[in-house]
């Protein structure tokens, strides 16, 4: 008889649906009803995708998502909600959770229906189930392994660098990270891998 893993389920790893995205994508313009495709793959290979149309007409603000989950068709919609930004400067969208009723930016689907993180029971993040070895070296050399992704951020068509005449706080952190990754020697990190074999 075969043996139930008990590796838990990584919310990392999970389809998701990031309203900052649609956003991005212009599906969260004013007053429009506007349809779509969404596609997720993992190296090079398609793991995921849903039709969706999304509704931002006063009094009908939704996602609406169809798709198929192991050929079991999937149509539902899921509310959205704007709420003004903490500065009191325009609004933020957020998906309103059909099972949880909890205010997100960010749905995960576990299960086949996209919801809230707190829908879903036993779930974890990656980082939540590291070793204590690997939180060691992530918090010693994790700009270092992680340069090339704070290179292309800190590079980015747009990021704003300055405003007001003043460093912005995420270019600042961003530049540190990288000044301390290029503090790193190389040879730290040889001697780590042999010590590791």
């Given amino acids: 008889m075969a043996r139930h893993s008990n590796f838990p389920t990584l919310y990392d790893s999970a389809l998701q649906i990031n309203i900052s995205k649609l956003k991005e994508w212009g599906y969260l313009d004013p007053n429009q009803w506007m349809k779509g495709k969404m596609t997720w793959s993992r190296n090079e290979t398609k793991t995921g995708e849903i039709e969706f149309a999304v509704s931002t007409q006063k009094g009908k603000e939704y996602l609406h998502l169809n798709y ?18 903490n500065l009191g400067i325009g609004e933020m969208w957020f998906f309103k959770c059909p099972n949880t009723g909890k205010l997100c930016r960010k749905l995960y689907s576990i299960g086949g ?17 590291r070793g204590k070895y ?3 070296l992530d918090s010693t050399y ?13 590079h980015k068509k747009h990021l704003k660098k300055s405003y007001a005449g003043k460093v912005t706080k995420k270019y600042s952190k961003l530049y540190k990270r990288l000044k301390r990754a ?8 040889e001697r780590l891998m042999v010590l590791r074999r």
């Avoid at 707190?118 to 939540?128: I, L």
């Fill in 182 to 189: 290029d503090s790193i020697d190389y040879r730290q990190i």
């Fill in 113 to 129: 229906y996209f919801l809230h993180r707190e829908a879903f029971k036993g779930c974890f993040y990656r980082s939540q189930i």
């Fill in 134 to 136: 690997e939180r060691f």
């Fill in 68 to 85: 198929n989950f192991r050929d079991e068709p999937r149509d539902y919609k899921i509310q959205l909600i704007r709420k003004p930004t």
């Fill in 142 to 154: 994790g700009e270092y392994f992680q340069s090339e992704q704070i290179y292309r951020e800190i």
